[in-house]
């Protein structure tokens, strides 16, 4: 009797550690090595038209490989800007990565015409605080949009930030630009805009070098020139 407790309480254990992996791992997610899949690990491609970041290189990865690597909780989204331009994302709500608890944004590449069969195919649209409008993406669609090749990744880390961290980390920025509530600092050889709030709270972008200017340096001196 006495051995058959023993039993029941070894398969018990077992059940727990699986459900507890379960829950804090997004279901078909990929875990991490311990040290790896961490936010300063930045591998830069020849030419700077590549980046590798936590097991993904922009400019090649598609997001059928996020999914294998993030997990499927994720949500995907077509946005217009008022120029009438269109842009897709998927957003991670619920990833582990390094031991890490974030949020991601993934923005992806796709040819026009499949941008506007996206469309075609939504419903619905609503406003985003930036003035564009969010399109949901049918799910006839779904795998024409995971095909999309990784062009920027947004990080969102629960963990807090400070400064002493950043620099130890990522070293010191080429630029930093004061914003209220915080300051960007510039990596344009990362393709790293690190968004460092005064409360500790960070947000990173990471896009290709080649793209850095364009994509992450301009709009934040438009941003300053125009207030």
Do not use: C
Not at 128 to 157: F, H, K, N
């Amino acid at each position: 009797m006495k051995h058959a407790k023993v039993l029941l309480l070894a398969a018990l254990s077992v059940v727990l550690a699986v459900f507890f992996l379960f829950i804090m791992r997004p279901p078909g997610g990929q875990s991490s090595a311990p040290g790896q899949d961490l936010p300063w690990q930045i591998s830069p491609g020849s030419g700077g038209t590549t980046l590798t970041v936590f097991g993904l290189t922009l400019g090649e990865s598609s997001l059928q490989e996020a999914v294998a690597k993030l997990g499927r909780r994720y949500d995907l989204g077509l946005f217009e800007d008022r120029d009438g331009r269109l842009n897709l994302e998927a957003y991670f709500r619920d990833v582990v990565l390094g031991g890490l608890n974030v949020r991601m944004v993934l923005a992806a590449r796709l040819p026009e015409a499949a941008l506007a069969a996206l469309k075609t195919h939504a419903g619905e649209s609503k406003p985003t605080a930036g003035g564009s409008r969010r399109y949901p993406v049918a799910e006839a669609d779904q795998d024409l949009a995971l095909g999309g090749v990784i062009t920027a990744i947004t990080y969102m880390p629960v963990v807090k930030f400070d400064a002493d961290l950043v620099r130890q980390r990522f070293g010191e920025p080429v630029e930093r630009i004061a914003v209220e509530g915080g300051a960007h600092w510039l990596y344009p050889a990362l393709g790293l805009d690190l968004l460092l709030g005064d409360n500790g709270e960070a947000l990173l972008q990471y896009t290709p070098p080649a793209e850095f200017e364009a994509r992450l340096r301009a709009p934040l001196h438009n941003i300053k020139v125009n207030d």
